[in-house]
């Protein structure tokens, strides 16, 4: 899994039926310090997260391992929100702090 930032959501009316119903969100992904990274990805939401939001997403083959997502072509989802990340006893994140 890999830590990643919600920057926005992607709308597609037109698409593989088996993927009715699902929200896609745009995130872009964080190094070990909490930087932003230069390039995004589109990721399949199976958690309900929001813009801004630090979530954990899981990505290739692990992607459809949620149960019904075996037979869809997905290759990021985000399965997690994060709460906060700690690096070297150095608080890295919280999502109290973020929404204050």
């Known amino acids: 899994m890999q830590i990643a930032k919600v920057c926005g959501t992607v709308v597609s009316t037109q698409k593989e039926s088996s993927l009715t119903g699902v929200k896609f969100l745009l995130v872009q992904f964080l190094d070990s310090e909490g930087q932003l990274l230069p390039a995004y990805e ?11 939001e630090w979530v954990l997403v899981s990505r290739g083959s692990a992607a459809r391992q949620i149960q019904g997502g075996e037979s869809r072509p997905i290759d990021a989802l985000v399965v997690g929100i994060i709460d906060t990340v700690s690096v070297e006893n150095r608080r890295l994140y919280s999502k109290r702090d973020q929404d204050r």
């Open 42 to 52: 589109v990721a399949a939401d199976s958690v309900g997260a929001g813009i801004d």
